[in-house]
């Protein structure tokens, strides 16, 4: 068990950050949210989980423990494998998730690419004793304010950054983007950051 990799940043791609590790580059499948806080050359400390298969080892990679911990523990659902699990906590935070599946919202589940209504409340039920209550509420409890999840718009713009694109053209790509987060708002309540982040690269690749 890989529990995290150290060192700095090598690479970044819209899904991939390259570590070095002891002059070994480690290739660590991340979400926008994570790979939005990373910068070539800059040293970085990711929490990971190992996924083995009979032809692959991917390593994923978190900004924390407790996002690996969900990322397990979402596996144990039937038919949630990584690259799912992957896509839940680059759509919600672990907290959101929580509380999601503590008041049974499945609206917020079907906002997840690849969930629907059907999968959506199986789930609900199979994780309701699994993931506890959001660490928020423990946290507001001690009198200590929760964390503020950033804007989609924030969370795209640093992961374009990140990626190496000038500011003006990380703020004309989240531009030409917004009408389609907007509408996926009014339909799922939830922008789908992994999916903006496709369509904003794409549209900095057509203006090259």
């Not at 991939?16 to 910068?39: D, K, W």
């Not at 989240?174 to 708002?185: G, K, L, W, Y």
Request: aromatic share 2%; glycine share 10%; proline share 5%.
């Amino acid at each position: 068990m890989i529990a995290f990799v150290s060192g700095p940043v090598a690479a970044l791609a819209p899904t991939t950050a390259v570590i070095e590790v002891g002059g070994v580059g480690m290739a660590v499948q991340c979400s926008p949210n994570t790979l939005a806080g990373l910068r070539i050359g800059e040293e970085a400390r990711l929490a990971t989980s190992l996924v083995v298969r009979e032809d692959s080892l991917t390593l994923y990679g978190f900004a924390d423990d407790d996002e690996r911990q969900v990322f397990e523990l979402l596996q144990t659902a039937s038919g949630v494998g990584p690259r799912l699990a992957q896509a839940m906590l680059a759509t919600h935070s672990p907290d959101a998730l929580r509380t999601a599946v503590a008041t049974g919202d499945e609206k917020a589940l079907t906002a997840v690419s690849g969930i629907g209504k059907k999968g959506a409340q199986k789930l609900l039920l199979e994780l309701k004793d699994r993931l506890g209550e959001p660490v928020g509420a423990r946290i507001g409890r001690q009198g200590i304010g929760a964390a503020v999840t950033p804007s989609w718009r924030d969370q795209l713009h640093a992961a374009l950054i990140g990626l190496g694109y000038a500011t003006r053209e990380a703020d004309d790509a989240v531009a030409a983007v917004t009408p389609q987060a907007e509408a996926a708002i009014a339909e799922n309540g939830q922008a789908p950051v992994p999916q903006l982040l496709r369509a904003a690269l794409q549209t900095l690749n057509r203006a090259r």
